[in-house]
């Protein structure tokens, strides 16, 4: 019997094998808590129908597990059902190779003693059985990005995100999602789905300027397992350039591969002043159509290129530093697979589009590419600028680290820093 035949309490329960008669019921009363039909009585149809249908197969599910593992004769039947089952997946593979090695050696022809070829036996043939169907996935949750900053946001305002709420399991992802604060709210409190996107809305309306919060947006699913967002944001004390415009994560979703996708980004400035800043990735199949500005409304192209992406799901990311605040872009893109029946001919068809060239900057080669010795006098200088607000600070330390890994400066980076320093000099 295949692994389909033998369910694994411990798996259905979330507990290794020698887990405690303790351990044994605390995970059913946690578990029981989530799958318990009960719970989804109140939602409307058709989604209450769906919802209590797949929360009674899990609860059932459940329950059969613990009352196995709860009573101890049938907790050791079921320890030597999952051994014989390992046992036996084991001698499948090992037989495997001499079965075939005994299958050659019948199949050479006999001789008898006078060396005349004996006759041969017709054999019947034999069906190869069908290979067993491979166990049914589980959902497994996936959420992108792991967490929402919103930044410095003025008092009476409002943000937004989103959130990418996927399935890299089997089946269909049962689940809702919820804030822990009045301040955070989300469009979708439910969902049945393999993939969804959910928008993030951070109101600023009561809350205390020139504070900072923190809240939680916790997925949690019928299904696929749990998952905790962190939300973080800061109100404005002053009035100051506040950036705005950025989306948490862009999905470019499924792309052939040797080509591109692009999308365009426009930043605003929601609170007073001018916007500066600049823009920039490290991930490898990333570009950016412009690096730096200096306005209140600028807009730039993310352009994902798959000439040298392995089929699958991508990840990547790119940041905006300005002095309005950080902010940080998840990037997803999926490969599909090659078809086989294509092979070296289809690679070498598609020619993949090479990103566009960046406009040069008028920029010193010698500040483009810090050496020791320029190294050391941009750090002197960076210790030397007293920041008078936290963008300032998280900018001058993120520029630290750049300069601390050789990172060649943007123009406009070196530009900011002659800005601050300039500005300490006048006080």
Sequence with gaps: ????????????????????????????????????????????????????????????????????????ARRTAHDRELSARDRQAGVASVRAAPARASTRRAASPATGADGEEAPRRTRRATVPEAPPAPPERDPQILV???????????????GR???????????????????NRAWVTVNQRSFISSSVVVFVTADTQGLRAGQAYSAQIVVKTLNGGDEVVPVT?????????????APSIIDFGETEPGTRK????????????TLIGTVATRTPWLALSEQQFRANTFSFEVIATTANLAPGEH?????????????????VIQVP???????????????????????????????ETPGPALQRELLARILRIEPETDWERDLLMALTRMIQAGRP????????IYELEARGADG
């Design 161 to 179: 995100l989103a959130l990418k709420v996927q399935n890299v399991g089997g089946r269909t992802l049962f689940g809702e999602v919820s804030s």
């Design 1 to 72: 019997m295949g692994d389909t035949g033998v369910m694994n309490c411990y798996e259905v329960l979330g507990l290794m094998r020698g887990a405690s008669v303790e351990d044994i019921k605390a995970a059913f009363r946690l578990r029981s808590h989530m799958f318990h039909p009960d719970k989804y009585e109140n939602y409307a149809e058709p989604l209450r129908t769906q919802l209590l249908a797949e929360a009674g197969k899990e609860f059932k599910k459940l329950t059969a597990a613990y009352e196995i593992l709860r009573e101890p």
């Design 337 to 367: 697979a090659r078809d086989p029946g294509t092979g070296l001919a289809s690679r070498t068809a598609v020619s993949p589009a090479p990103p566009p060239p960046e406009d040069p900057e008028p920029a010193s080669p010698s500040l």
């Design 233 to 245: 944001l800061r109100v404005a004390a002053t009035a100051e350039p506040q950036l705005a415009g």
């Design 409 to 416: 400066l943007a123009p406009g980076e070196l530009a900011k």
């Design 144 to 158: 992108r990005p792991d967490r929402l900053d919103f930044g410095i946001l003025t008092a009476g305002s409002t």
């Design 262 to 273: 692009v999308r365009t980004v426009s930043l605003t400035n929601s609170g007073s002043g």
């Design 315 to 331: 990840s990547g990311q790119f940041q905006v530093f300005s002095n309005g605040g950080p902010a940080t872009v998840t990037v």
